[in-house]
């Protein structure tokens, strides 16, 4: 299927013809047409004609898994994902997929070969590296399996270890005052509104005067910095649709708010009106809390603090709607720091005896 047979040519009123017979993908002998001024021109447009037919991948059980990867990168390209998951999924492809196995076969990745490359990957670079990766040679041999390349998925069968879990950091309400007391300009200003919103750095930063109703102390979540391979640095969406709400502020966040210049569209742009790129910010942050008692502490901290704390006094659910989650788990499992002791619950205890 997908291939023509022999390609007859003839002359005709001063014009060539070329005839083929094609044979579909539904399996359909169909008879092809072309003309032109020459027969070359007239060979080569019913060649054109006949690339309807071809079959969907010219891949087979011998191609290397680097020919698959790039077969499997074209059509990724085409599913409208977001281009911060695109880059890393081609990072993914390139820097560990390809540089490790990419010169063996289709036919020769078996279940062990996949289990033995990504316990390795694990061990060499972490976790997170080895989920990465099969999480593309998943799509990548389901989608050899839907081309009839292979029969099953080698890497169905895959497991990796339980990596342990990291505990959840924040910040104490007791830390926050001598915290803000080493930061200053317009990192304290967006520490200040991080702490009233629990948005992300990419989030405060995308701000713009008019995301921000004055009359009601809120603001609307309607876009992120990010920087990506295709794009560079620019305001694209937020995460998650659930982060695209309003939120209500408290006064210590809309103070410096309504204090700062508007100069610009944005409300924290660079010296230039630009785009302030959170990893420039945290720059900044470490270089104001070099020496301190905070100089290990990360931004990321500060929306953990505030669903700790609204989970404390509101619960779980309060805190996750906050922080513009889709579900509670989510904000329980990574974002809300574990007590350090249990509730005192001695006295309804002591009714036992």
Not at 31 to 55: C, F, H, I, M, W
Not at 231 to 260: I, N, T, V
Request: charged share 25%; net charge positive.
């Amino acid at each position: 299927m997908g291939t023509h047979g022999v390609i007859s040519t003839r002359k005709r009123n001063r014009r060539w013809e070329a005839r083929t017979t094609v044979r579909t993908a539904s399996g359909e002998y169909v008879r092809k047409y072309a003309s032109g001024g020459s027969k070359t021109e007239a060979v080569n447009l019913l060649l054109e004609r006949v690339q309807d037919a071809a079959p969907l991948t010219d891949l087979n059980r011998r191609s290397s898994i680097q020919s698959l990867g790039e077969q499997w990168r074209l059509n990724m390209l085409t599913k409208g994902l977001a281009p911060r998951t695109v880059d890393r999924y081609e990072w993914t492809l390139e820097k560990h997929i390809n540089h490790y196995i990419g010169r063996l076969t289709i036919e020769e990745l078996t279940t062990s070969r996949a289990q033995s490359f990504l316990v390795m990957l694990q061990d060499k670079h972490g976790a997170g590296v080895a989920k990465g990766a099969r999480t593309v040679l998943l799509q990548m041999f389901t989608m050899a399996v839907q081309d009839d390349i292979v029969q099953r998925n080698p890497v169905q069968d895959t497991t990796l270890r339980r990596a342990d879990r990291k505990e959840v950091e924040s910040f104490t309400a007791e830390q926050i005052p001598t915290l803000r007391k080493n930061l200053n300009g317009d990192v304290l200003d967006v520490f200040d509104v991080m702490l009233g919103t629990g948005l992300r750095i990419s989030e405060v930063l995308a701000i713009r005067w008019e995301d921000i109703d004055f009359s009601q102390n809120r603001l609307q979540v309607t876009g992120a910095v990010k920087r990506t391979k295709r794009e560079g640095l620019h305001r694209g969406a937020p995460k998650s649709l659930g982060s695209m709400q309003w939120l209500y502020l408290p006064d210590f966040s809309m103070h410096p708010l309504r204090e700062r210049e508007r100069w610009c569209e944005l409300v924290f742009p660079t010296s230039t009106g630009g785009l302030w790129e959170p990893t420039n910010f945290r720059k900044q942050w470490r270089k104001q809390l070099a020496g301190t008692a905070y100089a290990s502490a990360h931004p990321h901290m500060v929306r953990s603090t505030v669903a700790t704390i609204l989970a404390q006094s509101e619960g779980t659910l309060a805190a996750s709607k906050q922080l513009g989650h889709s579900s509670e788990s989510i904000t329980a499992k990574h974002y809300i720091a574990r007590p350090d002791e249990a509730p005192n619950l001695s006295q309804i205890l002591n009714r036992l005896l």
